[in-house]
């Protein structure tokens, strides 16, 4: 416990930032005792009267001979003569630490009142504030749910960081590690040039002629904004003085963006200001994720709990969200094609928001999405720009794939990195044949991401005989033969997914398929065109197998993508008994489109033909819902593929269903289930979104509520999945927790 590590804190600086600290620890009973000091008397005496600190030390020296833990709370200038009065008194056994914005010259001032770094001084700075200033602001609840960057040093002694640590989380703070000069330059960027800003077009308004009605009019965003001129001008001045090369680097680069900003409205460029606001929309989101390493956007909590209980009937007519690898496709061939493609039905789920993000960081302007409708504005073949950083992919493993094809025949470097899940994932299998046709990419140990691709590799094509079937594979070295002299060609041992070739064909990019055998040359040019995307039969999936295994069960699914590349789910649940039927057939953009009416009907075991496995590679989930719902015995097997998913689906669907009562017998390349009843009980789909989805149908039939632990990623490929689910007949509840 900290009350026992902590007799007493002090508090030299009772300002905003000193005396919140101070408040948020004695309220908390963090330290037994918190004293302060502040250079004015009356700041100090106030600060008792208020109960922010138990009593103020009437010096420095006094201040440190009776404390445990000293926090140093002043402007960066003023550290190292408070360092010097202090030192005196100072013991070994202190632990000192500070809140400044700008750690290396606070690390500058330890050094020169110690002659070097103090290994039990701690450098600390919470991002947390307010425009108001002195003590009277004091905020006990200042600190909390936000960040406190520490940056230890080699010397730094374990135990003091611990009690820092320990300090900031109990005060309701996040703790992040990083280094004094990636601190720095972070908050140049993030805290140093806002303020600036802000304090600049406050001074500039205020010297205007009009000023009284400027700011008597202004709207809520330029007094949102411009909140923080109100700051401590003392603080911001030693800030700006003593991080001055940091500032200066990010100041000089927007003050370049600022000028083209300007040269466009004067040239009437409302290209170039389109480019830049969309990008600026989308950015924010995107960025705070992208630090975090988690997926790229998401409305829910991070962690995620399905509770499922017992549903009824599976009825209603639906559609479900639009087709995942069209979207991230749509994208793509848009982005390069001459001319402006407009897209209808676009997945606004995290992988696809992921590849427009990339795209967007490229250069290329991308309006919206708003419900589902996106507009791009081409660039061309060889029109996109290296983008100022790694091109982060949040979880999406088709993005990073198809994106290591399309970028190895760029101008430009560019590195591939995702989230925690995506960087676990295989990426040779893209990597060793785009080598064979000449580009320089790299992967990190184990063939994992992040992946490395250096620009202006001369690519040419090759014959590549594939020797597992996987349409991002496929497609990968289609967008790669984009760029290569002469002619690429790909053999696939089992047919996949087709969306590259359909579209590549409605762009006006000419794509030979004959039987197995695709084949591609470089040097044409992709024209822009209309994109409806269909709903995305993997997302119809749950919903087939929800209807056909619920007892009074009659649902239709409307304007559902139905690529013979991707029908194997429906076959495969004809075979099992299933009743589907398909409608109002027709074609859209080049996709075959139905609408799906599915009934209720018994089900029996089969052995899954393995003609059939790749077509529904992603539906094998809820297929094994399907199977333990079926009379008889039900065999998967040629299903290797499964193993290298977002989870080794096959072994994690068998850990489920065994913590529901269900046994399988698990093989390397598939699965034998058995006709079983389903119990309650608690799964945890390690981050797989179509695990969580398959156990929420399972739940349809189980003879108590399931628990599935860890479904945030659901809205990679399926937002709103709970509020359809119990649209038709479903009991799901998601819990959010921080």
Known sequence: MLQSQVKCLAVVGLGLIGGSLAKAVKERGLAEKVIGYDRRDTEAALAVRMGVVDESAPDLVTLASRADVIVLAVPVGAVAPVLEEMKPALRSDHILTDVGSVKGEIEKAFVSVFGEMPANAVLGHPIAGSEKSGVQAANSALFENHKTILTPL???????????????????????????????????????????????????????????????????????????????PVMWRDVYLT??????????????????????????????????????????????????????????????????GKGGPVCGDIRVPGDKSMSHRSIMLGSLAEGVTEIEGFLEGEDALATLQAFRDMGVVIEGPDRGSVTINGVGMHGLKQPPGPLYLGNSGTSMRLLAGLLSGQSFDVELTGDESLSKRPMERVAKPLREMGAEISTSEGGRPPVKIKGGSRLHGIHYDMPVASAQVKSSL????????????????????????????????????????VTIKGGHKLSATKIDVPSDISSAAFFLVAASITPGSDLTLRHVGVNPTRVGVISILKMMGADIELSNHKEVGGEPVADIRVRYAPLKGIRIPEEQVPLAID???????????????????????????????????????AALGVSSEVKEDGIVLRSAEIGGGTVDSHGDHRIAMAFAVASLRATGAIVIKDCANVATSFPGFTALANEVGFNLRAEETA
């Open 154 to 232: 080699p010397v730094t002694d374990s135990q003091a960081l611990g009690v820092v640590a320990a300090l900031w989380r109990g005060m309701g703070a996040e703790v992040l590690f990083m280094s004094v000069a990636h601190h720095d330059e972070v908050l140049a960027a993030t805290s140093h040039l806002p303020h600036l800003i802000a304090f600049s077009l406050v001074d500039t308004l205020a010297g205007a002629d009009d000023n009284k009605e400027i700011f008597r009019y202004a709207a809520g965003g330029f007094r949102d904004f411009t909140r923080i001129a109100a700051s401590d």
């Open 243 to 308: 991080n001055r090369d940091a500032v200066l680097k990010v100041l000089n680069a927007f003050d370049a963006d600022l000028k083209k900003l300007r040269n466009a409205i004067a040239d009437g460029d409302g290209q170039t200001l389109l480019g830049v606001f969309t990008r600026a929309r989308a950015a924010r989101e995107h960025f705070t994720k992208m630090l975090e390493g988690k997926a790229y956007k998401t409305d829910m909590a991070n962690n995620v709990t399905y509770v499922a």
């Open 478 to 517: 289609v967008l790669a033969g984009l760029y290569a002299e002469g002619e690429t060609s790909v053999t696939e041992p089992a047919p996949t997914r087709d969306h590259s070739e359909r579209m590549l064909r409605g762009f006006g990019y000419p794509v030979d398929v004959n039987g197995s055998k």
């Open 619 to 657: 539906e094998f989930p809820v297929l094994f819902i399907a199977a333990v719902c079926a009379e008889g015995e039900t065999v998967l097997s040629g299903a290797e593929e499964l193993r290298v998913k977002e989870s080794d689906r096959i072994q994690t669907m068998a850990d489920g269903l």
